[in-house]
Each structure stands twice: as C-alpha cells, then as structure tokens.
C-alpha cells in the first residue's frame, strides 16, 4: 500500500546569484524511515536542510512536509518538523524550562500536552537539576540535549538534523540513537546529515549522497556499494569512492 512520503522535494533548486548550490533536486523520505544525508563540505547539503525547514526559499522547484507545500502552506509544514541545526542557538539568558515553553508556543502547542514527554527527556538527559538554570551555564552537550528534547516535545511527524552527535558523550549517543529509532518505529522519519558515516550506517534505512549540489547515489549501504562497485561494505570506502569518481 502507498504511504505518503513525509518529506519530498520535487526538482528543488537554489541558486545564489551567479552560483548554484543544490541543482534539481528529488527524492523522497518515507513514513519510518531514517534517511542519511552525506556529501563532502561544499556539496550543498546545508542549503537543501534550509528549504526542507522552510528557511530558504528554492529558486525552483517544491518541498513538501507531511504533505503540504512548504511555500504554500508554510505554518502547517513546519508543525510537522522538528529541527535541530549543526549550530543551534539558543538566547541565553532563557532558563531551560523557558526555552522548552518558547518552542512549544511557537508550534501552538499546548504546554500541558507536552508535560509527561518533556519531563521524561530531562530525566532521560539528566537535565531535570538543570531546568530552571539559564542556558548561559550549560555545556555544549547540554544544550545540544536541550535543543533535542524542544524538536521532539511537540510529537513532530520529521526530525531534521545536522550533526546530532556534536558535543555529546558515549552515553548521549546511545540516548540519541535510540530516539531516533523510536520516532521511526512510531512511523515518523527522521532526515540527518552528518559527516560521521558510521552513525549513517547504524542508523539509516536508506542515504543519498549529494556532491557539486547534485544527488549522485541513493539507496542502502548495500545499494550505495554495489553502485560504486566496492569492494568494502564500509560505507566510508563506499562515500569516498563515489564522492572522487568523475561525475
């Protein structure tokens, strides 16, 4: 039976100026699904994580959430997403506890929904002793935890993130790891970039490799290696001989 992919892009395009950052891009994210997003710096996968949270505007082309339009009908795709950036900023002068009821009013959803879920990720990120503390004395890794637990609080039906596991602990990947898992077994998706392809690996059902603002592969490891006829099933051999081969 078809499901309605959560994510899709449909020949998304973003040029600035003279310069063209992801060029005609498609594919799809299924309901389930953890989908890895991999390329060399420069490849354009910033710029696409921009329009798929609705920061950046496609010169061309369309992104859908949960199937609407994000250009369209903007507020009801972003409800559908929970983002967390490679740098997420977060005022500092919050406490812990504002900064989780500033995101859930800024989804318009009800703090009291919210409560149980909220209180089990303090717990889970032993940040409860932390909540009414300001944000300017959290660590790295706390606050990378924090930012988690906002995307999540409002039961998105996407997370997308950017390097989940900057400045977190063995234990905090675990966490992380299996919050992901979760949120797919629920038939949400989460859609991660990420320069560390080992945690692509464990992780994600499926990936694409984007390279020059192009998609050059997408599919499984197992795909993704028979396309680059390698000889590993190392996804790091596999990334490194499809991102060097001449497109």
Known sequence: MYQRPVA??????KEYGNVVAVKGLSLEVRPGECFGFLGPNGAGKTTTIKMLAGLLIPTSGSVFVDGHDMQAEPEKAKSAIGFVPDKPFIYEKLTGGEFLDF???????PRESARKKREKFLEMF???EWEDELVENYSHGMKQKLVITGALLHDPKLLVIDEPMVGLDPHGHTLVKGLFRALCEDGGAVFMSTHTL????ELCHRMAIIDKGEIIAVGTVAELGEKAHADSEQLEAIFLKLTSAPQ
């Open 198 to 201: 080992a945690v692509a690996q």
């Open 103 to 109: 995101v859930l009013d800024v989804h318009s959803f």
């Open 126 to 128: 032993s940040l409860k």
């Open 8 to 13: 899709e892009f449909r020949g998304a395009r």
